[in-house]
């Protein structure tokens, strides 16, 4: 079990170095991956700030609320390769 508790921000940006040498140094012979991370790619994950309406909604052409495009396309180029069989997210 490796663990990273440093999001001192939103999205990936700040743990991904650490997961892309974990996974090299871990998961290179090709064993599962399991990763569970704090934010998923769902709805609330992904929406975008609206300054017309001073939220985050769908609509929104802003800042990410946690996951940005560039976020998610970082971390599946990460995950690349590896032997990953399951991905969790949550609180719950």
């Known amino acids: 079990t ?15 170095p650490w997961l892309k040498q974990d996974l090299a140094t871990y998961a290179a012979d090709g064993r599962p991956v399991i990763l569970f991370q704090h934010y998923g790619w769902d709805v609330f994950s992904t929406e975008r700030w609206d300054p017309a ?17 560039a976020d998610r396309r970082a971390l599946l180029a990460a995950l690349k390769g590896y ?7 949550g609180h719950q």
Not at 2 to 16: I, K, M, P, V, Y
């Open 2 to 16: 490796h663990r990273f508790a440093g999001d001192t921000g939103h999205g990936a940006d700040n743990s991904l």
């Open 53 to 69: 309406r001073r939220a985050f909604d769908n609509e929104g052409k802003g800042a990410s609320h946690w996951w940005s495009d």
């Open 83 to 89: 032997n990953v069989i399951a991905i969790f997210h």
